[in-house]
């Protein structure tokens, strides 16, 4: 575990970018090789610059008002210095979402079609990323009680506040969770879901996932019902994906009625 890769003179390479990086170009890649033989696949490197904007800006907002906002409120210069850290996975992927819909319009695709096309990928990207969170030490969780845990690395965040204490490897059980979804939606891939159904699966599995894991997270203040801002925003995100699969599907079938009589 080391936060940084190496420092050559001025220069320093850190750890979580460089995983990050490798995490978003598997994502891609995977993306692109699920794609052959759809009208998305010409699409998949074109929206690269778009999901960047989106995810960036994403990931930045919902850190700054929804996980530090008492911080930040205090310190409003601070906001847009990202290049100091602070980004949320929830808020990069519901940025990411957002920039696709503003593709997907603008180039006339379904975004539901590539929605399914990329949600095996994406959770692939999440899975890898969370090892660079652990790398890192942060998202790092509570402490364990039970005399085990992950005792992590003097200058990352989580011994900042825990120092030697054993703590709960939140980053770690999030990243195979991750890779578990990836598994399954690979395997519903083989199975004719109607369009949109394959990625509200995706959203609702993770954020299931998510939402249970927060209780073993040590780093998130809590606000309504002790909840965290990821729980809080995994179960609108569940209670969104469920109305949505409803509507998709009696869409669906009352245009097939219709088209039948």
């Not at 990202?82 to 593709?103: C, E, H």
């Not at 059980?173 to 399954?184: N, R, V």
Request: charged residues 10%; aromatic residues 16%.
């Amino acid at each position: 575990m080391s936060v940084e890769l190496f420092s050559i003179g001025g220069f320093t390479l850190y750890t979580h970018g460089v995983i990050t990086a490798l995490a978003a170009m598997l994502a891609l890649g995977i993306a692109h090789y699920l794609a052959a033989g759809t009208p998305y696949r010409e699409h998949i490197t074109n929206m690269v610059p778009y999901l960047f904007v989106g995810a960036i800006a994403g990931a930045r907002i919902w850190h700054v008002f929804f996980f530090q906002w008492g911080y930040y409120s205090q310190h409003p210069a601070e906001i847009i210095a990202i290049w100091n850290g602070g980004i949320s996975v929830q808020g990069s992927l519901i940025g990411g979402f957002l920039a696709m819909i503003v593709y997907t319009r603008k180039h006339h695709l379904s975004f539901w079609g590539l929605a399914d096309v990329l949600a095996p990928a994406i959770v692939l990207g999440q899975s890898i990323g969370r090892i660079g969170c652990f790398m890192n030490g942060d998202a790092y969780g509570s402490p364990t009680g039970l005399g085990f845990g992950m005792v992590y690395r003097e200058g990352t965040l989580a011994y900042d506040k825990y120092g030697a204490e054993p703590l709960w490897p939140a980053e770690l059980f999030e990243s195979q969770w991750d890779l578990i979804i990836f598994t399954l939606l690979l395997l519903l891939k083989r199975r004719q879901l109607k369009s949109g159904m394959l990625f509200l699966i995706y959203n609702i599995l993770y954020s299931v996932g998510r939402f249970n894991l927060e209780f073993l997270r040590g780093d998130s203040p809590r606000y309504a019902l002790d909840w965290t801002a990821g729980q809080w925003t995994s179960f609108v995100v569940v209670v969104i994906s469920v109305c949505l699969m409803i509507t998709l599907h009696w869409y669906k079938r009352g245009s097939l009625i219709a088209a039948r009589e």
